[in-house]
């Protein structure tokens, strides 16, 4: 198979631990794209915290695209153009919040390129660092969220967070929900995810679903490693996800997708003999 699109998720699977990009994984994705292959960054992160990235990887040379939001804005990387967006309502955010008061968790949304919410937390923190974004800390969540916003993330204790994935599943049926990491539960717009904006590009490239590889290691990777023709995990995959990709390779500190590229796209992985 000629595959004609690689779509990477950011944060535990292209990047280290550290949030680099080693050098073998700039390498071989350098190459790949010099073969004609679309490479796309698609991340939860807002699309200021992954341009940097992208145009280390030179995606912007090579006409490429940035899927952000989990999946609800893609944008050029050359000149920032958004060619879809697609958000929650004020009323479907406010209806989170008093969800989150109820279950007592932390809740943040983005406006303005801020991170907005009423409560300080070790896990606004982390994602601050991730994003680089300031944190507005308002007095009335409401009354500050009064136009609407790509997504929202619920922020809490990780065993106690996992087992409200459900819950919320249930309790909010016309919003698409998914764990990014185990302490972020995050809720769009219905039918946004990964998978679903990586069929817009496709069908917008004229490249089909079985010449996609999707590469990623969490919750909110598992549309898009079920949709593309090649689903690959890397291996800190989370473990209740291990048996649901076509592929493990590496894990993010050990170059993964550096493995994918050169097995399944520049065809020159170097096998271990194993003795």
Not at 114 to 127: G, H, M, P, R, V
Not at 131 to 159: M, N, Q, R, Y
Request: charged content about 25%.
């Amino acid at each position: 198979m000629q595959y004609k699109m690689l779509v990477l998720d950011m944060d535990d699977t292209l990047l280290t631990d550290d949030h680099k990009i080693s050098e073998l994984n700039k390498k071989v994705l350098l190459e790949a794209q010099a073969k004609g292959v679309y490479v796309v960054l698609a991340s939860g992160r807002p699309t200021s915290a992954m341009t940097a990235y992208a145009k280390e990887l030179e995606l912007d040379l090579n006409d490429s695209y940035i899927i952000s939001f989990n999946g609800a804005i893609i944008s050029t990387v050359k000149d920032d153009l958004v060619l879809f967006e697609q958000k929650l309502t004020v009323e479907q955010i406010h209806e989170l919040y008093d969800y989150s008061v109820k279950m007592k968790t932390h809740i943040i949304t983005y406006l303005d390129n801020e991170i907005i919410s009423e409560t300080d937390s070790e896990y606004i923190e982390i994602e601050k660092e991730i994003t680089g974004l300031a944190h507005l800390k308002v007095p009335s969540f409401k009354d500050a969220v009064s136009k609407p916003a790509v997504k929202c993330i619920l922020l809490a204790e990780p065993s106690y967070l996992k087992g409200l994935e459900q819950d919320l599943k249930l309790a909010m049926p016309h919003l698409s929900i998914a764990m990014s990491k185990p302490f972020f539960l995050e809720a769009a717009q219905n039918g946004i995810d990964k998978a679903a904006s990586i069929k817009i590009l496709a069908e917008k490239l004229n490249i089909h679903q079985s010449e996609i590889i999707a590469v990623g290691n969490a919750g909110n990777d598992l549309t898009m490693i079920e949709y593309a023709g090649l689903g690959v995990w890397v291996d800190n995959v989370i473990p209740e996800l291990r048996d649901r990709a076509n592929v493990i390779v590496a894990s993010n500190n050990d170059n993964g997708v550096a493995e994918v590229v050169q097995k399944y796209i520049l065809n020159n992985y170097v096998y271990e003999e194993i003795n």
